[in-house]
């Protein structure tokens, strides 16, 4: 009885398996022809120029905060508190961030410039994910900057935090560029093809 049960659900599990994925095989073919992921000639120089500029930006955030992450004083050791503790953890948080988003951005751009329907949804979603603490990290560094204890950080340390302030507002100011260039490369490797050269 044991076994016939077991050869039973057995039978269910596979049939179950098998329904799901021809269920799955049927979304992904519809979806990959709902979806045009096929760039025109004419903008892929675009793509990989807005690709370019995304990496700079991403790269160079990541450099100019790192080096900032590493002359934040530590203050207990000089018999004080934690002040620079909040600061310190968001400096190296987006410095950490911007990394990690210097190559997704890639990734995402070499989606649409190769024409992959697999690749450049996939690594729209995590480079998206992974800009989410970039947008965290836009407000949450500044209320470290200029809260009590940030204030007191950066006059522990003197000239070698000089320069984070400047440093921040160039990253706020140019947060809007960045996100323009990642819909520029979404509009030329996705949108376009989809929606604009189907209706035109």
Not at 35 to 54: G, N, Q, W
Not at 108 to 126: E, H, K, N, Q, R
Not at 164 to 182: A, D, I, K, R, S
């Amino acid at each position: 009885l044991k076994q016939t049960c077991w050869l039973k659900w057995s039978k269910v599990y596979w049939c179950t398996g098998d329904y799901f994925a021809a269920s799955l095989g049927q979304i992904l073919k519809h979806a990959k022809m709902a979806m045009t992921v096929r760039s025109l000639p004419e903008d892929k120089p675009k793509i990989l120029f807005y690709a370019a500029m995304m990496w700079v930006q991403n790269f160079g955030f990541f450099m100019m905060y790192f080096l900032l992450y590493q002359s934040i004083p530590e203050l207990r050791n000089m018999g004080k508190g934690g002040e620079c503790d909040t600061l310190r953890f968001w400096v190296g948080f987006f410095a950490l961030d911007c990394f990690v988003e210097s190559f997704c951005c890639i990734w995402m751009a070499m989606g649409g410039y190769t024409d992959s329907v697999c690749l450049f949804p996939v690594m729209w979603i995590v480079h998206l994910l992974v800009a989410l603490p970039y947008c965290i990290c836009t407000v949450t560094i500044p209320m470290a900057i200029y809260s009590d204890d940030g204030k007191v950080c950066r006059e522990s340390a003197g000239p070698n935090l000089y320069s984070l302030v400047p440093v921040y507002w160039t990253h706020c100011g140019l947060f809007l560029v960045y996100v323009w260039m990642m819909l520029s490369i979404t509009y030329f490797s996705f949108l376009k093809p989809t929606f604009v050269a189907k209706s035109s």
